[in-house]
């Protein structure tokens, strides 16, 4: 009688294991796998430009690139819900959090044009590698949470110099220096040539062609100008419509009409709300890009 009971206790728990499977086969079948989902389309023609961010918080050969929403900005519940998508942790401490988000929520939520493989350049504007995609995260850390794509470059040592990086490059590079240039009395020349007043800031970049133009990027209080001086003419080629300052600016040696386009950091004075924008020149004036894109 024993017997019986156990051999009938193997055929019930044979038949429940091949259930499972069944069940389980089913489930896959119906839901894409990671494998056929990619985020990237071979036909791009946008190209990408962007900081490079490394983890402060942890040694590694990985660096990331903050990411867009497809559908531009998204509510806080929508924002919760694609951060509790996460289903593994890749590190962790007392302050951060990096989190996978998987391919198939990354695929619908996020913009990937141009940042399949990126190019990665210092301070010069001099190539150094080229990195390629690992993954998506969700970072969780003590200033303030952002999606990201990861990469690992070809030479990891050279990451380190990275200053930014340019996805989908198809521009050959014209490169001309920007010298970096402390002039307090070409500051206090634009703001009264052009009839800017301040009550609170007043802070200048300058930086010197080989030509012998110079180009300021000014914070004045809460609006933030870039000038163009040459032969002692002031054109104002950008100036916000917002609240913001520049705490950042490199320019990158891609030329849209006969000037580069120009990365920038900034910030709403007296918070901490950052972000990077590419400003391209329209033949007239320096506009916002859209997602940091350029048209090819």
């Known amino acids: 009688m024993k017997v019986q009971f156990n051999i009938l206790l193997i055929i019930i728990v044979l038949f429940g294991s091949c259930a499972s499977k069944q069940t389980k086969a089913?489930?896959?079948?119906?839901m894409p796998s990671a494998g056929n989902i990619s985020l990237f389309d071979s036909n791009d023609a946008d190209s990408y430009v962007g900081f490079v961010y490394r983890y402060y918080f942890q040694?590694?050969?990985?660096?990331?690139?903050?990411?867009?929403?497809?559908?531009?900005?998204?509510?806080?519940d929508e924002y919760s819900k694609i951060a509790g998508s996460v289903d593994s942790t890749i590190f962790k401490d007392e302050e951060n959090r990096r989190s996978r988000v998987p391919l198939k929520v990354a695929y619908q939520q996020f913009d990937f044009r141009g940042?399949?493989?990126?190019?990665?350049?210092d301070k010069n504007n001099t190539f150094l590698t080229q990195a390629h995609f690992v993954r998506v995260e969700y970072l969780d850390q003590n200033i303030s949470p952002v999606f990201t794509a990861v990469?690992?470059?070809?030479?990891?040592?050279?990451?380190?110099?990275?200053?930014?990086?340019?996805g989908n490059l198809k521009d050959k590079f014209?490169?001309?220096?920007?010298?970096?240039?402390?002039?307090?009395a070409l500051t206090q020349?634009?703001?009264?040539?052009l009839g800017y007043t301040h009550r609170y800031t007043l802070e200048g970049k300058h930086f010197l062609t080989k030509d012998n133009r110079s180009i300021s990027a000014l914070n004045i209080d809460?609006?933030?100008?870039?000038?163009?001086?040459?032969?002692?003419?002031?054109?104002?080629?950008y100036k916000s419509k917002v609240s913001e300052n520049i705490f950042d600016i490199v320019f990158v040696p891609i030329i849209r009409n006969s000037r580069p386009v120009i990365l920038t950091k900034k910030v709403v004075p007296d918070t901490d709300v950052v972000w990077d924008d590419l400003l391209i020149f329209d033949g007239k004036q320096y506009q916002?890009?859209?997602?940091?894109r350029i048209k090819n």
């Open 222 to 237: 809460s609006t933030a100008v870039i000038v163009e001086k040459k032969h002692e003419q002031l054109d104002c080629l």
């Open 189 to 193: 020349e634009i703001e009264q040539k």
């Open 59 to 76: 040694k590694t050969d990985e660096f990331y690139v903050e990411l867009y929403f497809k559908q531009g900005e998204v509510d806080e």
């Open 26 to 30: 089913r489930e896959e079948q119906s």
């Open 115 to 121: 940042m399949e493989t990126l190019s990665l350049f």
């Open 174 to 184: 014209v490169t001309e220096n920007y010298i970096s240039n402390q002039d307090s």
């Open 288 to 292: 916002s890009s859209v997602r940091q």
């Open 151 to 166: 990469y690992k470059a070809d030479n990891p040592r050279l990451t380190e110099k990275a200053l930014y990086c340019v």
